[in-house]
């Protein structure tokens, strides 16, 4: 039996600094505060909640996109399902149409029917809360929040979507622990497949790509390019009143740091794996869909990779699963890790 979590994009200790910040205005500390305790009390309702048993749109796209009108009730109204035509409302259709590209990204690319592996309906809920500032992937569906309208805008952008997306289809299939490094791996699957996601849609090569994930979820109100970077973990913001991205693309970091307040510390560690990926997929060149998310993804599919994996675990899943492509790919990703302080030679 599968166990619900909660796993939003903004990290816990970024809303902490706005909700405490002297200079942030009233709005916005609110926001980050009622963003905090909702976060964590959608967690608690929907553990107590069983497993998906809703439609399954067999080997066809189902969508099922709920408008919780600003309330704190996750499938409140029905906003628009499949086959419906637009409405008139941006989110509820950007949620509808990144759906669609999700699913066929997965399936062309890797063979996944829909987020289980089992033909799942896609289920979304916009308008979540008041100026919830965060998305999450609550165990059945993604939720997204508005923003405060201060720092941060509306969560339903192509990216933050596939990440939580990315975490059912993790849940899926070898469902991590949300702590330590399981949670870590958790968190970078989630932006991995975001990134390699995005890349697809634009039709990058690993070259090409700026390798960022939430570039669009911040208000020009703040210094930074976006949420995160796999090309330079702990460079994507530096911000007087957010603060700056401390995530670590070391793993002799991860070792030595530790915040107990965020899943330990799985926000900040999972620049490891991320930036593991990132220099992989330069190091073979081309899509980086291609050849490294192929590997990856038959890593976290692998029977073998546990649910309180650490990044050693699926480092060697990753080079098992490279040696089909050959001894020159399986040296790149040896190189890979080595290059984040795995040494697997
Ligand atoms: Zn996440």
Same mark, same amino acid.
């Given at each position: 039996m599968l166990t619900p979590l909660a796993c939003c994009i903004v990290p816990p200790y970024v809303l902490a600094r706005i909700a405490e910040h002297p200079d942030a205005p009233e709005q916005a500390r609110i926001s980050a505060r009622s963003t905090l305790g909702l976060a964590n009390t959608l967690a608690s309702v929907r553990a107590a909640i069983v497993p998906y048993e809703g439609r399954w749109g /067999?080997? #066809?796209?189902d969508r099922m996109i709920y408008d919780?009108?600003? =309330? #704190?009730? %996750?499938?409140?109204? @029905? $906003?628009?399902?499949e086959n419906e035509l637009a409405v008139?409302? $941006?989110? %509820?259709n950007r949620c509808y149409d990144f759906f669609e590209a999700i699913f066929s990204f997965f399936h062309v690319v890797f063979g996944r029917n829909s987020i289980d592996d089992r033909g799942m309906s896609m289920l979304g809920s916009v308008h979540y809360g008041e100026n919830f500032s965060n998305a999450m992937w609550d165990g059945t569906q993604v939720v997204f929040g508005d923003g405060d309208g201060v720092y941060w805008n509306n969560f339903s952008s192509l990216d933050v979507v596939a990440h939580e997306i990315m975490h059912g289809i993790t849940q899926h299939s070898v469902h991590l622990k949300h702590q330590g490094e399981s949670g870590a791996l958790d968190e970078s699957m989630a932006d991995v497949f975001a990134s390699m996601f995005k890349?697809?849609? *634009?039709?990058? =090569?690993?070259?090409?790509?700026?390798?960022l994930i939430g570039t669009e979820i911040f208000t020009s109100r703040v210094r930074g390019d976006a949420l995160r970077s796999l090309k330079a973990p702990g460079s994507a913001f530096d911000d007087e009143i957010l603060g700056k991205d401390i995530q670590v693309a070391s793993y002799d970091k991860v070792l030595t740091k530790s915040c107990t307040d965020d899943f330990g510390s799985a926000h900040i560690h999972? &620049? %490891?794996?991320? @930036?593991?990926?990132?220099?992989?997929?330069?190091a073979l060149g081309g899509h980086s869909w291609e050849r490294a998310g192929t590997i990856w993804y038959a890593a976290l599919t692998d029977k073998d990779l546990k649910s309180d994996a &650490?990044?050693?675990?699926?480092? =060697? *899943? =990753?080079?098992? @699963?490279?040696? /089909?492509? &050959?001894d020159s790919v399986a040296a790149a990703v040896i190189e890979a890790w080595k290059g984040v302080g795995i040494n697997l030679d």
């Amino acid at each position: 039996m599968l166990t619900p979590l909660a796993c939003c994009i903004v990290p816990p200790y970024v809303l902490a600094r706005i909700a405490e910040h002297p200079d942030a205005p009233e709005q916005a500390r609110i926001s980050a505060r009622s963003t905090l305790g909702l976060a964590n009390t959608l967690a608690s309702v929907r553990a107590a909640i069983v497993p998906y048993e809703g439609r399954w749109g /067999g080997r #066809r796209l189902d969508r099922m996109i709920y408008d919780c009108k600003n =309330t #704190r009730i %996750v499938d409140m109204e @029905h $906003a628009r399902f499949e086959n419906e035509l637009a409405v008139d409302d $941006a989110s %509820v259709n950007r949620c509808y149409d990144f759906f669609e590209a999700i699913f066929s990204f997965f399936h062309v690319v890797f063979g996944r029917n829909s987020i289980d592996d089992r033909g799942m309906s896609m289920l979304g809920s916009v308008h979540y809360g008041e100026n919830f500032s965060n998305a999450m992937w609550d165990g059945t569906q993604v939720v997204f929040g508005d923003g405060d309208g201060v720092y941060w805008n509306n969560f339903s952008s192509l990216d933050v979507v596939a990440h939580e997306i990315m975490h059912g289809i993790t849940q899926h299939s070898v469902h991590l622990k949300h702590q330590g490094e399981s949670g870590a791996l958790d968190e970078s699957m989630a932006d991995v497949f975001a990134s390699m996601f995005k890349q697809y849609e *634009l039709n990058q =090569t690993a070259a090409d790509a700026d390798w960022l994930i939430g570039t669009e979820i911040f208000t020009s109100r703040v210094r930074g390019d976006a949420l995160r970077s796999l090309k330079a973990p702990g460079s994507a913001f530096d911000d007087e009143i957010l603060g700056k991205d401390i995530q670590v693309a070391s793993y002799d970091k991860v070792l030595t740091k530790s915040c107990t307040d965020d899943f330990g510390s799985a926000h900040i560690h999972f &620049g %490891v794996p991320n @930036h593991a990926f990132y220099l992989f997929a330069i190091a073979l060149g081309g899509h980086s869909w291609e050849r490294a998310g192929t590997i990856w993804y038959a890593a976290l599919t692998d029977k073998d990779l546990k649910s309180d994996a &650490g990044f050693i675990d699926f480092a =060697t *899943l =990753t080079i098992k @699963h490279a040696q /089909g492509y &050959g001894d020159s790919v399986a040296a790149a990703v040896i190189e890979a890790w080595k290059g984040v302080g795995i040494n697997l030679d």
